[in-house]
């Protein structure tokens, strides 16, 4: 089926979880007993859920997410904002779209405030902490600034935190890009290189101010369509969240936190 508005989403991820759910019932019956019905269906059922996991990043919205504070350039992101049960959440085989970034960009790292019900979905999902924190090991290199906004995600509150570099060192370690479990980037060739960095929660700062006040960390009004990036402690809507500084994992609306990923 064709998604074109958040129903059909809803009605699709049903589907796809049913199907999910059957094929991993054959590859159990198949494991015990070499059951080759079981090996047919689930073959036939490995091609549905390819299809439909094209369907699904075909039509993940590309959204304005940030603004680099070196060039000006918008980033324009590929991301389902419509709930953590998208297939673009899933920690382990993310469905995503690849799109051009600026030559500036270093890193996505988020979190998310969870309210209401918790999404249901056959899969680990990792958003980050409850409340947006920073990454000191990355913002006290001198070529790395960051912009944090935020934008919501189903019910949910999500805290978009992107880092931008000038001449960034090539072998710098970056960190796993937000809700996966690696990051990739271009290298001097132009060749897509990748990463991976479990993050802990004691790499976070969740005191902003300082970061603002250094120059270092930027922000973005929620729901200005502009993205004007401000530089200024004062009004700043991010400094003080109450919430939960622990990085959170959810799975078939289980929630649970831990000071590691």
Same mark, same amino acid.
């Given at each position: 089926?064709?998604?074109?508005?958040?129903?059909?989403?809803?009605?699709?991820?049903?589907?796809?979880?049913?199907?999910?759910?059957?094929?991993?019932?054959?590859?159990?019956?198949?494991?015990?007993?070499?059951?080759?019905?079981?090996?047919?269906?689930?073959?036939?059922?490995?091609?549905?859920?390819?299809?439909?996991?094209?369907?699904?990043?075909?039509?993940?919205?590309?959204? %304005?997410?940030?603004?680099?504070?070196?060039?000006? @350039? /918008?980033?324009?992101?590929? #991301? +389902? &904002?419509?709930?953590?049960?998208?297939?673009?959440?899933?920690?382990?085989?993310?469905?995503?779209?690849?799109?051009?970034?600026? %030559?500036?960009?270093?890193?996505?790292?988020?979190? @998310? /405030?969870?309210?209401?019900? #918790? +999404? &249901?979905?056959?899969?680990?999902?990792?958003?980050?902490?409850?409340?947006?924190?920073?990454?000191?090991?990355?913002?006290?290199? %001198?070529?790395?600034?960051?912009?944090?906004?935020?934008?919501?995600?189903?019910?949910?509150?999500?805290?978009?935190?992107?880092?931008?570099?000038?001449?960034?060192?090539?072998?710098?370690?970056?960190?796993?890009?937000?809700?996966?479990?690696?990051?990739?980037?271009?290298?001097?060739?132009?060749?897509?290189?990748?990463?991976?960095?479990?993050?802990?929660?004691?790499?976070?700062?969740?005191?902003?101010?300082?970061?603002?006040?250094?120059?270092?960390?930027?922000?973005?009004?929620?729901?200005d369509e502009s993205l004007t990036l401000v530089s200024a402690v004062e009004d700043c809507p991010y400094i003080g969240l109450k919430g939960n500084q622990e990085l959170q994992?959810?799975?078939?609306?289980?929630?649970?936190?831990?000071?590691?990923?």
């Amino acid at each position: 089926m064709k998604i074109t508005n958040a129903r059909e989403r809803k009605e699709f991820l049903q589907q796809y979880f049913i199907k999910l759910e059957k094929w991993r019932e054959y590859d159990l019956n198949l494991f015990q007993d070499g059951n080759e019905a079981a090996e047919a269906a689930m073959e036939e059922l490995q091609k549905q859920l390819a299809v439909m996991r094209d369907e699904y990043e075909n039509w993940l919205p590309v959204v %304005p997410l940030s603004r680099c504070p070196f060039s000006g @350039v /918008t980033v324009d992101y590929c #991301i +389902d &904002l419509l709930g953590l049960d998208g297939l673009w959440w899933n920690y382990d085989a993310p469905v995503r779209r690849t799109e051009e970034l600026p %030559p500036t960009y270093f890193a996505l790292d988020g979190a @998310v /405030t969870l309210k209401g019900s #918790i +999404d &249901l979905a056959p899969f680990l999902c990792k958003p980050g902490a409850g409340v947006p924190g920073v990454l000191p090991r990355l913002l006290n290199q %001198p070529e790395i600034q960051a912009v944090i906004s935020s934008f919501p995600i189903g019910d949910h509150q999500g805290y978009v935190i992107f880092y931008f570099a000038e001449d960034a060192p090539e072998d710098m370690v970056r960190v796993n890009t937000w809700g996966t479990r690696l990051y990739t980037f271009l290298d001097q060739e132009n060749m897509v290189r990748w990463g991976d960095y479990d993050l802990n929660i004691n790499e976070y700062d969740f005191e902003l101010s300082r970061w603002i006040e250094a120059g270092k960390l930027h922000w973005i009004k929620p729901g200005d369509e502009s993205l004007t990036l401000v530089s200024a402690v004062e009004d700043c809507p991010y400094i003080g969240l109450k919430g939960n500084q622990e990085l959170q994992r959810i799975e078939r609306g289980e929630v649970w936190s831990g000071e590691t990923y």
